[in-house]
C-alpha cells in the first residue's frame, strides 16, 4: 500500500521566518494530496491540498508543491505567526479503493515570538 | 463544510467493557471513515463505513474488534470491543465531501481511556 514520509518531525522557527516541511509519497498513482493542521486537543483542519494535475498551489501564507516524478510534495508557511504552532500532517490517497488517506508521521512546528 | 458531532467526547472504561462511538453528519455524505490516533501519533485509517453494506477494514483491523455500523447517510457509530488499555486512543470519524472528491473533514474526535 501507499507509504508517506514526512521530515521534520519538529520544526522550530522565529516569528516572521519561512516554514517548509517536505512529504514523499510511494505509490506513483496517487493523485490526491491534502495538508492538515492539528492544534493540541482539536482535530485535524484540513489547509490546503493539491492535485495532481498541477504543481502547485498557493492560499495567503500557505503554498503546496508537488513533484510527481520525484513523488514528494511540500508545505510553506511564509510570515510564520505564534498561531501557526501545531502539528502538520501530510496525506496522500492510498491504493485500497475509495478516497482512503495514509498519513505522514507529522510535524511539530513551533513559533517562537 | 459540513458540520460534524462524535458522541461522546470522552470516557473512561473498564478493560473488558465496549464503547459505542457515534458520528452525526448535518448532511447526506457517501463516505465515512474512522480513524485512530494514539497518544502523539498520526492518524490510522481503521474502516470505511459504507452505507447499506459491510464496512471495509484496513490491514490490522478486524470487524469483531471495531464493528461498524452505517445506517443512513448521516449517521455511523463505531463500536472498540473488549477493551485492553492499548485501545486508549482517540477516534475520530472524517466524511468526504460530495462537492469535492477526496476531500475529507474530520469530527472533534471521542477520546478514549481504558484502564
Known amino acids: 500500500g501507499e507509504n508517506v514520509e514526512q521530515h521534520p518531525s519538529t520544526l522550530s522557527v522565529q516569528e516572521g521566518d519561512s516554514a517548509v516541511i517536505k512529504c514523499t509519497y510511494s505509490d506513483s498513482a496517487s493523485n490526491y494530496f491534502p495538508w492538515y493542521k492539528q492544534e493540541l486537543g482539536k482535530r485535524p483542519q484540513l489547509i490546503i491540498d493539491?492535485?495532481?494535475?498541477?504543481g502547485e498551489k498557493k492560499d495567503q501564507r500557505i503554498a503546496v508543491t508537488l513533484n510527481k516524478t520525484a513523488k514528494h510534495f511540500s508545505l510553506h508557511i511564509t510570515e510564520t505567526q505564534p498561531e501557526d504552532s501545531a502539528v502538520y500532517f501530510c496525506?496522500?490517497?492510498?491504493?485500497?479503493?475509495?478516497?482512503?488517506?495514509?498519513f505522514g508521521k507529522g510535524t511539530m512546528l513551533l513559533v517562537s515570538p | 463544510s459540513a458540520v460534524i458531532s462524535q458522541k461522546p467526547s470522552r470516557d473512561i472504561c473498564q478493560r473488558g467493557t465496549s464503547l459505542t462511538i457515534q458520528c452525526q453528519v448535518d448532511s447526506q455524505v457517501t463516505m465515512m471513515f474512522w480513524y485512530r490516533q494514539q497518544p502523539g501519533q498520526s492518524l490510522t485509517l481503521i474502516a470505511t463505513?459504507?452505507?447499506?453494506?459491510?464496512?471495509?477494514?484496513e490491514s490490522g483491523f478486524v470487524i469483531d474488534k471495531f464493528p461498524i455500523s452505517r445506517p443512513n447517510l448521516t449517521f455511523s457509530t463505531l463500536t472498540v470491543s473488549n477493551m485492553s488499555p492499548e485501545d486508549s486512543s482517540i477516534y475520530l470519524c472524517s466524511v468526504e465531501e460530495g462537492t469535492r472528491a477526496d476531500t475529507q473533514y474530520f469530527g472533534p474526535g471521542t477520546r478514549l481511556t481504558v484502564l
Open positions: 493539491i492535485r495532481s494535475n498541477v
Open positions: 496525506a496522500a490517497i492510498g491504493n485500497s479503493g475509495y478516497s482512503t488517506l495514509t
Open positions: 463505513a459504507n452505507q447499506g453494506s459491510e464496512a471495509t477494514y
